[in-house]
């Protein structure tokens, strides 16, 4: 009973290292999303993906990267961290936006732990 | 484009005491409307929903009404506990779940004191 899981859920880096987020989901979800969440903030979708093979920006896309080569998987990077890339990250997924019958899934995300990231 | 708007708080009330968080939409045709919690140190979990005008979404004696009129989703509880103390997002998903995933407000930090 996984849903969503996000390794690591803590990481340090220092100023210009790069690191990779991953987000595993066993749902068979098609839509997966990394968000950031900081005080004040709320989430800010970060960039998204409609299916493997597949991406789109967010609303703050700016020094990251991401990768969906398995359904399952959504991989976000970092290729030279930057202190303001201090955050916690989150990972979610849902079904798409039609079901199998055509009806309208809500549109409900279902998010992993967290992985909290500092950039010294 | 779509917004949500909810009060930021802290907000810090007794044991027992009567809860209300406003929060207030802005979108286009009839989106599903949520209320998310996140318990310290962990993930956003779904509290309630509400997929069309004036249904109630109900779950651990939360309650919200979606009304269209006023473009509101404010969530209730009648009677807090200490476990209860979490930060509470309102969300909402545009009609037909768009690809971009949910729009969220800013959270509202809730701390209750025994």
């Known amino acids: 009973n996984a849903g969503v899981t996000q390794t690591p859920k803590f990481r340090v880096l220092k100023t210009g290292q790069s690191m990779t987020l991953l987000c595993a989901q066993d749902?068979?979800?098609?839509?997966m999303y990394w968000y950031r969440q900081d005080p004040g903030m709320g989430l800010r979708l970060i960039h998204y993906?409609?299916?493997?093979?597949?991406?789109a920006k967010g609303e703050v896309p700016d020094g990251y990267n991401v990768s969906r080569l398995k359904k399952q998987n959504f991989l976000l990077g970092l290729e030279s961290a930057a202190p303001s890339q201090t955050s916690v990250y989150f990972c979610?997924?849902?079904?798409?936006?039609?079901?199998?019958?055509?009806?309208?899934?809500?549109?409900?995300?279902?998010f992993g732990e967290g992985s909290r990231l500092t950039v010294l | 484009g779509d917004s949500v708007t909810q009060m930021e708080g802290p907000v810090t009330l007794s044991e027992e005491a009567f809860l209300t968080i406003n929060c207030t939409y802005t979108a286009t045709g009839y989106p599903s409307l949520f209320w998310y919690v996140q318990y310290p140190g962990e993930g956003l979990q779904l509290l309630l929903k509400?997929?069309?005008?004036?249904d109630k979404g109900s779950n651990k004696g939360f309650e919200a009404t979606y009304r269209k009129e006023t473009t509101s989703f404010h969530l209730e509880k009648g009677s807090v506990q200490v476990s209860d103390s979490a930060v509470y997002f309102c969300a909402l998903s545009d009609q037909g779940g768009g690809a971009d995933g949910l729009t969220f407000g800013k959270g509202t930090h809730l701390i209750i004191q025994p």
């Open positions: 993906s409609v299916g493997e093979g597949t991406t």
């Open positions: 749902m068979n979800h098609e839509y």
């Open positions: 979610a997924s849902r079904p798409p936006g039609l079901n199998f019958l055509g009806g309208a899934n809500t549109g409900e995300l279902f």
């Open positions: 509400a997929t069309k005008a004036d």
